[in-house]
T-cell receptor
Framework: GIQVEQSPPDLILQEGANSTLRCNFS?????LQWFHQNPWGQLINLFY???GTKQNGRLSATTVATERYSLLYISSSQTTDSGVYFC?????????????FGAGTRLAVHP | DAGVTQSPTHLIKTRGQQVTLRCSPI?????VSWYQQVLGQGPQFIFQ???????GRGNFPDRFSARQFPNYSSELNVNALLLGDSALYLC???????????FGQGTRLTVV
């Protein structure tokens, strides 16, 4: 089956720093989502991005589907950005949709 | 607007027992999916339901079952609980079966 790899696994930043999180996937996908999991476990939607670039405030994402990777950029990081970031590829097969998640990048932003 | 809601938020069960978890999708969403997240890992797909029918199933044993009701809410049932079933169970809803998924806050199940 398709493999989803995220890097780095852990990241420690000082407040105000910028960072880039990477998601590689091993096969063609229908779509891709980025999530932020807060300390209470909820997955917060960041981007739904099959290809191209999207921006939302200090966050932006780029997916290059032909090269099978996506990048999440966090600029001017804040302590509230701490948590785990997941990318999930979306596969539509056999009449249903499922997300296949990477193992996540654990981000800690210190003041 | 209310997001995806799950109940209960936390649950402790004994090995061998049965558990039912509940999920209410975003208003207007017709598809509900269930995921299991073991500590330190990404969520794993269990089921997708669309228009009250099971449309897809992940690699989970038959002890796991689910259903979707006419109002599109859903229940996940797990029988004969094992210690390894301890996890965060996440419900996701989407407008149709192929659209962006939105997750609830999860139910944290502990099996002792």
């Amino acid at each position: 089956g398709i493999q989803v790899e995220q890097s780095p696994p852990d990241l420690i930043l000082q407040e105000g720093a910028n960072s880039t999180l990477r998601c590689n996937f091993s096969d063609s996908v229908n779509n891709l989502q980025w999530f932020h999991q807060n300390p209470w476990g909820q997955l917060i939607n960041l981007f739904y991005i099959p290809s191209g670039t999207k921006q939302n405030g200090r966050l932006s994402a780029t997916t290059v589907a032909t090269e099978r990777y996506s990048l999440l950029y966090i600029s001017s990081s804040q302590t509230t950005d701490s948590g785990v970031y997941f990318c999930a590829v979306v596969l539509f097969s056999g009449g249903y949709n499922k997300l296949i998640f990477g193992a996540g990048t654990r981000l800690a932003v210190h003041p | 607007d209310a997001g995806v809601t799950q109940s209960p938020t936390h649950l402790i069960k004994t090995r061998g027992q049965q558990v039912t978890l509940r999920c209410s999708p975003i208003s207007g969403h017709k598809s509900v999916s269930w995921y299991q997240q073991v500590l330190g890992q990404g969520p794993q797909f269990i089921f997708q339901y669309y228009e009250k029918e099971e449309r897809g199933r992940g690699n989970f044993p038959d002890r796991f079952s689910a259903r979707q009701f006419p109002n599109y809410s859903s229940e996940l049932n797990v029988n004969a609980l094992l210690l390894g079933d301890s996890a965060l169970y996440l419900c996701a809803s989407s407008l149709y079966s192929r659209n962006e998924a939105f997750f609830g806050q999860g139910t944290r199940l502990t099996v002792v």
